[in-house]
T-cell receptor, first 112, second 111 residues
Framework: GQQLNQSPQSMFIQEGEDVSMNCTSS?????WLWYKQDPGEGPVLLIA?????ELTSNGRLTAQFGITRKDSFLNISASIPSDVGIYFC????????????FGKGTTLSVSS | NAGVTQTPKFRVLKTGQSMTLLCAQD?????MYWYRQDPGMGLRLIHY???????AKGEVPDGYNVSRLKKQNFLLGLESAAPSQTSVYFC??????????FGSGTQLSVL
């Protein structure tokens, strides 16, 4: 099946550092989304992107829909301990009724 | 606000036993999904539904069955549990098939 390659697999950073992660595919996606999963909980939607080149922010988080429509990026500025968790990218290949495809996640650890 | 509620939260089964996981949402969403999460594998789609009375297979449907008899409920059944089905199961729902709301998960162990 279709695959989203998410990297890095894990990150260990100091509080206050900026973080970058990305998601790539060999297929063209119509929609890119980023979710965060806190330990012991289900994922929660952070940002949704709908157009190539789109740049969207949610507080300290900024995500971009790649120009080629085959990739997306998520940046977190000035990380804090509550940023700890697993970040998933997700993409939609087709239109309504097409299920999301999820990446394998980036596990973020923040030390204070 | 309940959102998406999954029951049970934990369960231990013996190989060959059957069980049903219940997902209930109170947001009047059309779309509902069942995912499983395994270490290093991310979220893999088992089955999904685009409306009451409809179901469709996802990426890893073998060994599972689903039903959506009522719009607010999506049931996931394991007829004969196997150790390979040990996982954390997440239900999700959405008004569209993009912005999903997830439950808090069911941790299932099959011995």
């Amino acid at each position: 099946g279709q695959q989203l390659n998410q990297s890095p697999q894990s990150m260990f950073i100091q509080e206050g550092e900026d973080v970058s992660m990305n998601c790539t595919s060999s297929s063209i996606f119509n929609t890119w989304l980023w979710y965060k999963q806190d330990p012991g909980e289900g994922p929660v939607l952070l940002i949704a992107l709908y157009k190539a080149g789109e740049l969207t922010s949610n507080g300290r988080l900024t995500a971009q829909f790649g120009i080629t429509r085959k990739d997306s990026f998520l940046n977190i500025s000035a990380s804090i301990p509550s940023d700890v968790g697993i970040y998933f990218c997700a993409g939609q290949l087709g239109g309504a009724g097409t299920a999301l495809i999820f990446g394998k996640g980036t596990t973020l650890s923040v030390s204070s | 606000n309940a959102g998406v509620t999954q029951t049970p939260k934990f369960r231990v089964l013996k190989t060959g036993q059957s069980m049903t996981l219940l997902c209930a949402q109170d947001m009047n969403h059309e779309y509902m999904y069942w995912y499983r999460q395994d270490p290093g594998m991310g979220l893999r789609l088992i089955h999904y539904s685009v409306g009451e009375g409809t179901t469709a297979k996802g990426e890893v449907p073998d060994g599972y069955n689903v039903s959506r008899l009522k719009k607010q409920n999506f049931l996931l059944g394991l007829e004969s549990a196997a150790p390979s089905q040990t996982s954390v199961y997440f239900c999700a729902s959405g008004r569209t098939n993009e912005k999903l709301f997830f439950g808090s998960g069911t941790q299932l162990s099959v011995l």
